[in-house]
């Protein structure tokens, strides 16, 4: 095993689990358009050597979802929907400054 330490200021984590059994799932609402959008997002602003956008299966808290962690920070989103990709981006940018 090899440790080293990640080169990302910040590390979005957006669920897109999705149950085949009627409950709610992050990947039922909006978790994938999330991924999508914020990945395209952090691209178009430059900040992809230092913030990462990635896709997660279940963060555990389905019925509160769509899910976002934000990590290292200890950050989390819950009923994330995409009117809120602006208020997300503005909290990542103001984290890759400190």
């Not at 978790?31 to 602003?45: F, M, Q, S, T």
Request: hydrophobic letters at 35%; proline letters at 6%.
């Amino acid at each position: 095993m090899k440790t080293k330490v990640t080169p990302y200021k910040a590390h979005l984590f957006i669920c897109t689990k999705s149950r085949n059994d009627g409950r709610k799932s992050c990947g039922d609402a909006c978790g994938p358009d999330l991924k999508a959008v914020l990945k395209e997002e952090i691209n178009k602003r430059g900040l992809k050597p230092r913030v990462r956008v990635s896709e997660s299966s279940c963060l555990g808290l389905c019925g509160a979802g769509p899910n976002i962690m934000i990590h290292p920070q200890q950050i989390w989103l819950s009923a994330v929907g995409l009117d809120d990709i602006p208020e997300i981006l503005r909290k990542v940018e103001a984290l890759i400054e400190k």
